[in-house]
Structure formats: structure tokens, C-alpha cells
């Protein structure tokens, strides 16, 4: 059974940083490219960052570039989001999900999800 668990989600003020984690199980995670995305309250879930099975390909999503890094650490089977620099429109449920082929942005295209976890950045 396919688990992905995310924590370090918390409440942070504006220019503040979080770290969130990914904890996969019950699949070969170096077969997997991860992605992170966020549903903020009355929106649709978005796109924030993504990294390939290798973790040599990191897309971004244009609002996030610049602050936000995503990494992998296959050893432990985890996939962090480094979040830098946030601001009150970050305030989201955060997510992680796997593709087994490619990281992509289109949330369609992922096999598996967590469950999430909330980031709120108070001004």
C-alpha cells in the first residue's frame, strides 16, 4: 500500500520559512518523480514545484521560483519542500504526490497522493 505522508507544515509570519517533508512508502521511490502542490481556501489545487526521478529536473511554478527549493533524498525515501521568503498568499494546504514517469505540472498525472498539510503565513 502507497503512502505519502507530509509534515513541518505550521504557522509562520511574512519573510519566514518552513521545511515540509515527504515521507514515501509501499513503492520504489527512485522510480517515482515527486511534486508538490497547494490548495489555498475557495481555489483550485495548483502546481508549485516538481522533481525528477533523478532530481536533475526541477520545475517551479513562476509564483514560488526563487524562494522555494524542492529536493529528494532517495536514502530515505523523502521529498522536501524548502520554502524561503513567504508571504500571507502562500497560505495553502500543501501536498505531495508521485508520477511514476515524469514531473510533471499537471496534477491530472500524478498516481498518488498525501494526505496534506497546512501552511499559514500570517502580514
Known amino acids: 500500500q502507497v503512502q505519502l505522508v507530509e509534515s513541518g507544515g505550521g504557522s509562520v509570519q511574512a519573510g519566514g520559512s518552513l521545511r515540509l517533508s515527504c515521507a514515501a512508502s509501499g513503492l520504489t521511490f527512485s522510480n517515482y518523480a515527486m511534486g508538490w502542490f497547494r490548495q489555498a481556501p475557495g481555489k483550485e489545487r495548483e502546481f508549485v514545484a516538481a522533481?525528477?526521478?533523478?532530481?536533475?529536473?526541477?520545475p517551479y511554478a513562476d509564483s514560488v521560483k526563487g524562494r522555494f527549493t524542492i529536493s529528494r533524498d532517495t536514502a530515505k525515501n523523502t521529498v522536501y519542500l524548502e520554502m524561503n521568503s513567504l508571504k500571507p498568499e502562500d497560505t495553502a494546504v500543501y501536498y505531495c504526490a508521485a508520477n511514476r514517469f515524469v514531473e510533471t505540472r499537471s496534477e491530472g498525472e500524478y498516481d498518488y497522493w498525501g494526505q496534506g498539510t497546512q501552511v499559514t503565513v500570517s502580514s
Open positions: 522533481i525528477s526521478r533523478g532530481g536533475s529536473r526541477t
